[in-house]
């Protein structure tokens, strides 16, 4: 009996959902990780090649780059399976595609000497379909002109770094497969606010507000989210949610990433040291390369991974830290927030670390110098909070990261029988 009202209950929410009011404006800025990168990046609604308003922070006309290191997540990606049912039928090509080939397009204009013909270009990603899938893209994105050693660049399966969190047993004990990790995301499920927004949806839609929960109702916020991520419309779900309940179940996805991927506990970001250390092997041997005079090996290294990949290495270097933790307790207080992380790791998120050579300069350590771009906008060292370092204040900065973030050690599962509160 119950599974033959199902069809007709769910029947009955989308009648509910179709006569509803237009959805409140604003919405697409609370999506969290599900957002679109035009949100990060609005010019590009209107020219999705553009390279946007021209930033502080430039080099020298002596200054040359050597070497471009991007560790992309992958673009817009297709609901789960239940979502779909939902939504019904998708835009024939997917948006996804289309975020990393117009990304490839303005990485190479803007280093354009980079992506010259004849250029070595290296391309790794997860194992996932979609991450591999988003490599391709990108290297289409460049076109036939640009001769990288054939139009098929091979995609290198690399989990070991793209996907470090699933090698890390410590991790996967103490915070993905415990539960009592997450106890801050569950005590806010049941808190005021969201109770405040499952009363509000439960009238919208003339249900007992027993028969809903956060988690059904963050679907719903969701599939929202994925009809404009893909198919830029509004969905029918999204007159459900005011601009308040938007912030309210951003903050839902930000306490979730935060205590997951970000500052919640030490081994979320420690996990992504082999990462970290090597994007640095990598810059290493740039340097080293031109101070002989040699051509640079690997001037183009293009990494496609997940938010889980970004986030923890982002957290590893200190960015977007706030001065009291995420708590269930302290929506109201964290309004302002810094960790946002649709604003971090949208889709197609990308961190980009340039090494430039400079010549004619006063002193040695300033012959090599780096820029981060996180989105394609430059990002300010956490060292001097400015947007150009020398590489030799960078490493300093971060020695303690490159010299003892050991991996293995770091991973490894305390032999103690210790509660995972105490061990993290």
Same mark, same amino acid.
């Given at each position: ?102 990304? @490839? ?35 289409? #994105?460049? #076109?036939? !002109? ?55 949806? @439960? ?73 970290? *250390? ?7 041997? @740039? ?21 889980? !990949? ?60 780096? *820029? ?17 370092? !020398? ?27 210790? !509660? ?5």
């Amino acid at each position: 009996a119950v599974a033959a009202m199902a069809p007709r209950r769910e029947a009955g929410l989308l009648l509910l959902l179709l006569v509803l009011p237009p959805a409140s404006a604003g919405l697409s800025s609370y999506f969290g990780t599900k957002s679109r990168y035009e949100e990060v990046n609005p010019h590009l609604v209107s020219d999705p090649l553009s390279l946007g308003p021209e930033a502080g922070g430039s080099l020298p006309a002596s200054c040359t780059p050597l070497q471009l290191r991007v560790v992309l997540r992958h673009g817009t990606r297709y609901p789960t399976a239940g979502q779909i049912r939902r939504l019904g039928e998708l835009h024939a090509r997917p948006q996804g595609r289309r975020d990393m080939e117009q990304l @490839a397009r303005r990485m190479a204009a803007r280093f354009p000497a980079l992506f010259a013909a004849r250029r070595r270009l290296a391309l790794a990603s997860s194992s996932k379909h979609r991450c591999l899938q988003s490599g391709a893209a990108f290297r289409r #994105g460049l #076109g036939p !002109t640009l001769d990288f050693g054939g139009d098929e660049v091979e995609v290198e399966v690399n989990d070991s770094l793209m996907r470090f969190f699933d090698h890390c047993a410590k991790f996967v004990a103490l915070v993905e497969e415990n539960d009592t990790a997450m106890c801050q995301v569950n005590a806010f499920k049941e808190g005021p606010e969201m109770k405040k927004v499952l009363e509000k949806v @439960a009238s919208a839609l003339c249900l007992p507000v027993e028969e809903l929960n956060a988690d059904l109702v963050q679907v719903a916020f969701l599939t929202c989210s994925y009809e404009l991520a893909i198919k830029n419309v509004t969905s029918p779900w999204c007159s459900l949610f005011s601009e308040e309940d938007a912030k309210v179940l951003e903050y839902l996805n930000d306490l979730k990433q935060y205590w997951k991927r970000g500052y919640g506990y030490d081994i979320n970001s420690r996990s992504s040291c082999i990462l970290f *250390q090597d994007i640095f092997q990598h810059l290493d041997k @740039a340097v080293e390369e031109s101070k002989s005079s040699k051509p640079i090996s690997s001037p183009l290294i293009v990494q496609v991974g997940h938010a889980e !990949t970004l986030q923890p290495l982002l957290a590893l270097m200190g960015y977007f830290k706030d001065h009291e933790p995420l708590l269930a307790s302290n929506y109201a207080r964290q309004a302002q927030r810094k960790f946002r992380s649709g604003r971090i790791v949208p889709y197609a998120a990308n961190l980009a670390f340039v090494l430039y050579h400079c010549e004619h300069v006063n002193a040695s350590q300033e012959e090599y110098r780096v *820029q981060l771009l996180l989105n394609e906008k430059l990002l300010s060292f956490q060292h001097s909070n400015e947007t150009t370092s !020398t590489y030799t204040d960078l490493k300093d900065y971060y020695r303690d990261l490159l010299e003892n973030c050991h991996f293995k050690e770091e991973c490894e599962l305390p032999q103690l029988n210790v !509660t995972a509160v105490d061990e993290l």
